[in-house]
């Protein structure tokens, strides 16, 4: 009897190993007590003397209003899903992590009809040492990986900005930030979308 109840136990504690239950699960968190409060959605558990959440933000969007080029309104269709990690002590944020893995298209048409040109994203950026209490445009950061290439429908890129942006201004990599006011830019977008 007493075996039997040993390899039942037994049994029961590889079942849960196995399938990834734990019977010390990390305990949850009230996000209200999280300063700056995390997204709503974000799942947040205790790890030892740190909080950390998983966030997902979802920034895609479907024929919207992007902006406005010297040949006309540009709309976007994109998928563009965030998947972040952030770590908090004594519940203040000090650091943010963000992946960004994204596509999309423009065009002069709210339909999306007539040329496009197609745009993607693969990049991540962090917080660290961040003031919680102070506003996140101010947070320092550093951007990693393919910021933005816009690609024409001859396939060739017509703006590609990718390597490290530092919180400083400085930049290792190729190429510009994106800014749609350059009339470098306005010239390029208009020249692809235009035809």
């Not at 269709?77 to 770590?87: E, F, I, M, Y």
Request: hydrophobic share 40%.
């Amino acid at each position: 009897m007493l075996l039997r109840i040993s390899l039942a136990a037994l049994l029961t504690g590889v079942g849960l190993a196995a399938s990834g239950v734990s019977a010390a699960a990390a305990p949850s968190v009230d996000v209200n007590t999280l300063v700056p409060a995390p997204p709503p959605g974000a799942t947040c558990h205790a790890a030892g003397t740190r909080v950390i959440c998983r966030t997902t933000f979802d920034n895609s969007v479907t024929k919207g209003e992007a902006f406005v080029l010297p040949c006309g309104q540009v709309y976007e269709t994109a998928d563009d899903v965030r998947r972040g990690l952030r770590w908090y002590e004594d519940g203040q944020l000090v650091r943010r992590f963000v992946f960004q893995s994204a596509e999309g298209s423009w065009s002069l048409s709210p339909e999306g009809t007539g040329p496009t040109v197609t745009w993607t994203a693969h990049a991540n950026w962090q917080n660290v040492d961040v003031d919680a209490q102070a506003d996140e445009q101010t947070w320092p950061t550093t951007y990693h990986g393919m910021q933005l290439r816009i690609t024409g429908r001859d396939g060739r890129p017509i703006l590609q900005y990718t390597g490290i942006a530092r919180p400083d201004g400085s930049h290792s990599g190729a190429g510009e930030p994106f800014d749609p006011e350059s009339p470098a830019v306005q010239a390029a977008l208009c020249a692809a979308l235009a035809k």
